[in-house]
């Protein structure tokens, strides 16, 4: 969808003459998302359109490889734009555009809550083994809780059980899922097999959304979600979290 949106503007823009008199053309090499060094095709196609190719401004990057690209397109001074993704942050940086609240700071807020709001003192994280989990499990230790345990969990996994009966031995009051959603709905249902009512699942960002948490039997009922985005667009509300129903 991010991507129909730019084909719309560089569309409409071409439609009007193009940018002193120069119409827009998209340009872009494919990425396998199946490989393990996808980040670092990423960042090669990156600096091929760059360097090879001499485009002007960049898009559609996100996720993990946009931290790289970001910087990249930072020491080129060469814009980068919309990356659809909240683990940038770039403060004070020109040539990069965000449109995303970051992950460092809502981990920040999320934990400060959990903590001091809702009493919760032993906090656990359950996470996506690269830099979008490292935003949530390197806040352990700081003031007001106890980290009691991280775990990460790989991107497609088929079952949660084990890295979830780890965690449950050292006693968390609420275990965070810094996760993508097909992972997080595998910790919901290996939360269930286990029969672990004492512990709350905390969510942020997209999954806060209930079709993500969605698994049979409503076993994701109680989950704590946290997201930056108002409820309504014409009015604003306070970033209060929510529970997401199963």
């Not at 809502?106 to 979008?132: C, F, P, Q």
């Not at 049979?216 to 970033?239: D, I, N, P």
């Amino acid at each position: 969808m991010k991507k129909l949106g730019m084909r719309l503007v560089i569309r409409h823009v071409n439609a009007q003459g193009g940018i002193h008199g120069r119409r827009l053309v998209e340009k872009g090499y494919p990425r396998d998302t199946e490989l393990v060094n996808s980040i670092e095709q990423s960042v090669q196609n990156t600096r091929r359109l760059v360097e090879e190719d001499g485009v002007f401004l960049l898009f559609n990057f996100g996720g993990p490889a946009s931290v790289q690209v970001g910087a990249y397109a930072m020491e080129k001074g060469v814009p980068y734009l919309f990356p659809h993704t909240a683990l940038l942050t770039v403060d004070g940086a020109r040539s990069v555009f965000t449109s995303y609240p970051r992950y460092e700071g809502e981990s920040r807020v999320m934990l400060r809550y959990l903590a001091k709001t809702r009493g919760m003192k032993r906090i656990a994280v359950i996470h996506a083994d690269n830099i979008y989990g490292d935003y949530f499990s390197d806040r352990a230790g700081e003031r007001g809780y106890t980290f009691a345990s991280g775990k990460p969990l790989e991107r497609r996994p088929d079952d949660a059980t084990e890295e979830m009966r780890a965690l449950r031995v050292h006693e968390p009051d609420a275990v965070i899922m810094a996760l993508y959603p097909a992972q997080a709905r595998n910790v919901v249902e290996a939360k269930a097999s286990l029969g672990w009512r004492d512990v709350r699942l905390v969510s942020s960002g997209p999954l806060s959304d209930e079709q993500y948490l969605n698994v049979e039997g409503g076993h994701a009922e109680g989950t704590l979600g946290f997201c930056h985005y108002t409820r309504t667009r014409t009015k604003a509300r306070s970033q209060e979290p929510s529970s997401t129903a199963g």
